[in-house]
């Protein structure tokens, strides 16, 4: 399966600013997911990453608020733009790997972001 | 959109006890279903899915999940848990022909007393 290294891994930032997440994945992949943990609550999805479109973004996320690239089959970045501290939570980028049987998805380190 | 349930948010249990998570999901069709473990300070890993054929399925670790149709179910057993089970544990639902995405459910944070 596929290895994702995140970066990156945590970081404090001040409100009203941008954080720029980058996931880079080891083999090319068509599908990549961008996630948001929140404090002591499950996984949501933000939006899903093709190569060479613009992202599909879920309900209540905005290209606004979460401007996603995608310029290449192994690489997107996922911006948290003008942060408050509602923003504070673990986002994770996932890519699909496989096919069946080994079909699956893997996961990133995710990237623990505090917003002060 | 499909939506997944876990019912119990918080679980403890002593060394040896058996554990079973709960998993409930809503969508009619063919669905692809998978349980990922967290443990603390660490990624998600991947116990265990189910695509088709056997619904006992067999993952990591000594667990297993069964898959009942009828009840919308995929539930997570252990015969026997450990102090190093003490994890959060994620049902998830791809459901087919509704996108290539995931759906977990709210998570279930096991503690495993020694």
């Known amino acids: 399966s596929a290895v994702i290294s995140q970066k990156p891994s945590r970081d404090i930032c001040q409100r009203g600013t941008s954080l720029t997440i980058q996931c880079q994945v080891d083999s090319q992949v068509t599908m990549m997911f961008w996630y948001r943990q929140q404090p002591g609550q499950s996984l949501t999805l933000i939006a899903t990453?093709?190569?060479?479109?613009?992202?599909?973004?879920e309900s209540g996320f905005v290209i606004d608020k979460f401007p996603i690239s995608r310029p290449n089959l192994t690489f997107s970045t996922l911006t948290v733009s003008n942060m408050s501290p509602e923003d504070s939570s673990i986002y994770l980028c996932s890519v699909e790997v496989g096919t069946f049987p080994l079909w699956g998805y893997t996961f990133g380190s995710g990237t623990r972001l505090t917003v002060v | 959109a499909q939506s997944v349930s876990q019912h119990n948010h918080h679980v403890i249990l002593s060394e040896a006890a058996s554990l079973e998570l709960g998993c409930n999901y809503s969508y009619g069709g063919t669905v692809n279903l998978f349980w990922y473990v967290q443990y603390p300070g660490q990624h998600l890993q991947l116990l265990l899915k189910y695509f088709s054929g056997d619904p006992l399925v067999k993952g990591i670790k000594g667990f297993e999940a069964e898959f009942i149709k009828s009840k919308f179910s995929f539930n997570l057993r252990k015969p026997s848990v450990q102090w190093s089970d003490t994890a959060e544990y994620f049902c998830?639902?791809?459901?087919?022909?509704?996108?290539?995405?995931?759906?977990f459910g709210g998570g279930t944070r096991l503690m495993v007393k020694p």
């Open positions: 990453a093709n190569q060479g479109s613009e992202a599909t973004y």
């Open positions: 998830a639902v791809n459901a087919e022909n509704a996108g290539n995405m995931l759906t």
